[in-house]
């Protein structure tokens, strides 16, 4: 089992960066991809950007491409999102998630949810 806590949301001018961090207890920690997801009101959770096990791959949603940076310290437990430039767009509930057995891209592919972080970008 995996216990995964967000944290770090707030609110931000367009233009401006957040550092999001995901913290995780259970199971060992280098054993499993973790990803960030988002979901803003009436749109379906949608894939941000995912990292492997030992962190040496990662995957980005188009949307955040270059503008977002997914790392992890597994010697700490940690995930972070760095995000950068951002847009209103960007605004939704940002979740982290365990991936079992890998790092993809999609909901279902992921085991263990947190609660979420509101990020809000202003114009």
């Known amino acids: 089992q995996v216990h995964v806590v967000e944290s770090g949301g707030g609110l931000v001018q367009a233009g401006g960066s957040l550092r999001l961090s995901c913290a995780a207890s259970?199971?060992?920690?280098?054993?499993?991809?973790v990803g960030w997801f988002r979901q803003s009101p009436g749109k379906e959770r949608e894939f941000v950007a995912a990292?492997?096990?030992?962190?040496?791959?990662?995957r980005y949603a188009d949307s955040v491409k270059g503008r977002f940076t997914i790392s992890r310290e597994n010697a700490k437990n940690t995930v972070s999102l760095q995000m950068n430039r951002l847009e209103p767009e960007d605004t939704a509930v940002y979740y982290c998630?365990?991936?079992?057995?890998?790092?993809?891209?999609?909901?279902?592919?992921?085991?263990?949810w947190g609660q979420g972080t509101q990020v809000t970008v202003s114009s």
């Open positions: 259970g199971r060992t920690f280098n054993t499993y991809g």
């Open positions: 998630a365990a991936d079992l057995h890998g790092m993809g891209s999609r909901v279902a592919e992921y085991d263990y």
């Open positions: 990292i492997s096990w030992r962190g040496g791959r990662t």
